[in-house]
């Protein structure tokens, strides 16, 4: 690339921020929201940001694992994931009294973490209590932070 392009693109982007820098202060004189970039591309890396936040949870509840009911205490790591356990003895419970209250509307959904609902299909009690599995259900586009 010449000099003379480079030259003509930084122009080129520098207006652009610029025409960008006055449409939000003009919109925040106003009143009114921001003007947000209605581009394809924004929205998928919006929703690739949440998915990478997800796998990263994932990928560090397996390095250490820690109960799922929300206790924070700390699980012997197994070698093999598929055998790893998920509660410390009896915190099951804990989850599945969590979840009936997330169901009759006592806690927020927020209330049970992104980690456990992404490992929903390894909870055994959601097989024989089907009802509870609503409170694990992820909905497009949360961000939910825990």
Known sequence: MSDATKSARSIALTKAWAR???????????GLPTPEPNTKRNKSARSKGNAETTENEISNWEARPTCLC??????VRHKNPIRQKLFIVGHDARLKSTAAKVIRGELPRTAISNTTR?????????????????????????????
């Not at 820098?21 to 925040?28: F, L, S, W």
């Not at 929300?70 to 699980?75: A, R, V, W």
């Not at 992820?138 to 939910?144: A, F, L, N």
């Open 70 to 75: 929300g206790c924070g205490g700390e699980l």
């Open 20 to 30: 960008r820098r006055a449409e939000t202060a003009a919109a925040k004189a106003a």
């Open 118 to 146: 992404e490992l929903r299909n390894r909870i055994g009690f959601l097989r024989t209590r089907p009802e509870l599995i609503a409170a694990f259900e992820i909905k497009q586009g949360s961000t939910q932070v825990k």
